[in-house]
């Protein structure tokens, strides 16, 4: 477990650095207002949100490679790159002791998926390699923020995620005994993480550059342990594994690689902050290695408001992490998607950053390492689970949002760590009005819907439990029955809203007649005007 001994030093100020707000960090528990962060931006989005299907490309068994017209590059396929993905170890060990020969220059193999990434130059060429698929290599980068921006309204978390993560009592020893690899731009030894970080570099930075604070921002969410940026599981091990370079900006062998590495050096969850917007097959298969190894990967949706999911979060079996305010709003730029897993916070949130600072960071960058540090904590309160079936802990147990049930801009629901590690307590009784949603007319004929869900998010079985909603039309009194742990209950309210934009309000509430361990839960009140709908 790391040391909590601490040297108190002054709050110094304000910095700028990168496009992130920035501050010194202290053993101060003060903290100055977080402002807007962006994260670092290092390539354009698509220009469309028609992105292909989330599917592993195909292996071909047996084919001459031949070379890819150079003038017609799909998106994000780095130009003079090649990757060669053979059929067999034969195949694979020939072209390896043919390479001076064909005047090739290799910039990476992998031994395990038989592969070899290629740099062409003048007069390159690939024709006649048997036994070889040719792929391209794509552009992966931290994810940008924004290219949709945060809707008006929303509010961060500043130091208060844990809190709202309904994180109450001291968690310094949870994560004990688990590695989370950040596959990231490196983690910096910084005053927030006590140097419990293993680090394995598979990219060199040019002379004069230094690596970005991302992937240490990402680090401290999972496994912070100062006061002003506390990590859900702060005795977890750090596994630091750099793929990017000083830009931010890495690539789909590499990120392959790096996977695999951090599988093969006993990482228990896989964390990845950053993806790309085209389907790999190394990437894909990459992914297959560490699940078989038993790794569970969490990676962030993207950041560009998108109705499709990047790359590695949108394949089969991995968590992907969307994000919200701390009014449990979905953030408009945070990708959505029918495949996304859970959201959890995501805006303004207090991180570490260089070597003694604190940002406000947002994005899907900042919700996904929430998650893994969520899986972290609930392995060491329940030793017994592995990580995948602390991984589907962590999924069932969430607070529903939006649309009920499980939906594309909320996934299975928002991450709440007190709800997960307290699952097996008896004796918890909290009824919540967990959503308000506005469902618009389908039809001229029709009027627009609010439905009103009751969640049961306490460890015991609610029994009647009076309901009250109060809208234009008049209040109902309405009562659910019968609600087991994690279920809920919705009630549609048809509302008129007028076009002249004037607002109309919808509020609700429940009570239970046992304790209620949470009745801040327990009544909800929302506006709605014609630009709503």
């Known amino acids: ?20 707000a920035t501050y010194l960090l202290t053993r101060s528990p003060e903290v100055t207002d977080n402002q807007p962060t962006k994260e670092i931006v290092s390539s354009r989005p698509p220009t469309s949100n028609e992105l292909p299907a989330n599917k592993p490309m195909g292996r071909s068994q047996n084919k001459t490679a031949t070379a890819p017209n150079q003038d017609a590059l799909p998106p994000f396929a780095l130009k003079n790159e090649r990757v060669l993905v053979f059929k067999d170890e034969e195949a694979y060990r020939k072209f390896l002791a043919s390479l001076k020969a064909r005047g ?14 290629i740099g062409l130059g003048r007069g390159s060429s690939l024709v006649g390699i048997d036994g070889a698929d040719i792929a391209y290599n794509y552009l992966v980068t931290i994810p940008t923020l924004p290219q949709v921006a945060a809707q008006a309204g929303a509010v961060g978390f500043g130091q208060n995620a844990l809190s709202w993560l309904g994180i109450y009592v ?23 993480l006590d140097g419990n970080i293993t680090t394995l570099d598979l990219t060199e930075l040019a002379d004069g550059t230094t690596q970005l604070s991302h992937g ?67 990437l894909a298969e990459a992914v297959l290695y560490a699940q078989e190894k038993g790794s569970v990967i969490v990676a962030s949706s993207g950041n560009e408001g998108f109705d499709s999911l990047a790359y590695p979060a949108a394949y089969e079996d991995v968590i992907s992490v969307g994000a919200v305010e701390s009014q ?37 960058s900042a919700s996904a390492p929430f998650v893994s540090g969520a899986i972290a904590a609930t392995m060491s309160n329940y030793p017994d689970l592995s990580a995948q079936e602390a991984a589907d802990l962590v999924l069932s147990v969430t607070n529903d949002a939006g649309l009920p049930g499980t939906d594309a801009d909320y996934g299975t629901g928002i991450l709440d760590v007190g709800r997960v590690i307290q699952n097996s307590t008896s004796g918890i009784y909290d009824a919540a009005i967990s959503g308000q949603t506005l469902v618009p007319a389908t039809s001229s004929s029709s009027l627009p819907t609010v439905l009103v869900t009751v969640q049961n998010q306490g460890t015991e ?25 994690g279920e809920t ?34 009544a909800r009140s929302t506006s709605y005007t014609a630009e709503t709908e």
């Open 1 to 20: 477990m790391k040391s909590k001994t601490r040297t108190s030093v002054l709050l110094l100020g304000i910095f700028i650095l990168a496009g992130v």
């Open 104 to 117: 090739l220059t290799m910039l990476g193999k992998s031994d395990r998926l038989l592969a070899v990434r």
């Open 170 to 192: 001291d968690n310094s020893a949870w994560g004990e005994g688990v590695t989370v690899a950040v596959i990231d731009s490196g983690v910096n030894a910084h005053i927030a």
């Open 216 to 282: 240490t921002a990402v680090a401290s969410i999972i496994s912070g342990d100062h006061p002003l940026t506390m990590g859900v599981a702060p005795a977890s091990e750090i596994l630091s594994i750099r793929v990017t370079d000083a830009s931010g900006s890495a690539n789909t062998f590499t990120l392959a690689e790096g996977i695999m590495a951090a599988a093969d050096n006993g990482a228990q969850i896989i964390n990845i902050s950053m993806g790309t917007y085209a389907d790999s097959q190394l």
């Open 328 to 364: 449990g709003d979905h953030l408009d730029f945070s990708n959505s998607g029918t495949d996304l897993s859970i959201t959890a916070p995501g805006y303004q949130v207090n991180a570490a950053w260089g070597e003694d600072m604190l940002t406000s960071f947002s994005g899907t």
């Open 461 to 485: 079985t609610l029994i009647n439990s009076p309901v009250t909603i109060t809208s234009p039309s008049g209040t109902e009194h309405l009562n659910v029955s019968s609600l087991a742990p």
């Open 489 to 522: 209950q919705t009630f549609e309210v048809p509302i008129s809203i007028p076009a002249s934009g004037a607002a109309v309000s919808v509020s609700s509430s429940v009570t239970i007649t046992s304790g209620d361990a949470d009745i801040s839960n327990n």
